[in-house]
């Protein structure tokens, strides 16, 4: 803090003012849409329908965030209203790959979280 501020009224100084509002850091997956299962739409939505935002939001977030809407919070007026949200549903997530022609033996690939021992998985 520079000597022109202070924690109380004088002659030139400024007063902190603390206020607390949502953030905007946003973390996001991408997904290489060149690669032959994850080019097909159904396969994308199944893997939205598949995340439980609120529970990464509890457990690895520990409560500190909220589970955003789209890539700009509403606040900022560039949030689009009618985007599409994808609420946890892993019967829907299933389905959606059943669809897109993914068998449940071939839903993972070696070396990926499906075939990590419990303890790997902070």
Not at 20 to 39: R, V
Request: neutral net charge.
């Amino acid at each position: 803090m520079t000597p022109d501020y202070g924690t109380g009224p004088g002659p030139g100084r400024k007063i902190w003012v603390l206020t607390e509002q949502p953030g905007s850091i946003l973390a996001y997956l991408s997904f290489n849409c060149e690669d032959p299962a994850l080019s097909k739409r159904e396969v994308r939505q199944a893997l939205a329908y598949a995340t439980d935002r609120e529970t990464l939001v509890r457990t690895l977030l520990r409560g500190q965030a909220r589970v955003a809407e789209g890539l700009c919070r509403r606040a900022t007026g560039l949030s689009k209203s009618n985007t599409q949200r994808y609420a946890y549903d892993p019967a829907r997530a299933e389905a959606l790959l059943d669809q897109a022609g993914l068998s449940a033996e071939g839903r993972s690939a070696p070396g990926h979280a499906a075939e990590a021992d419990d303890q790997d998985i902070h």
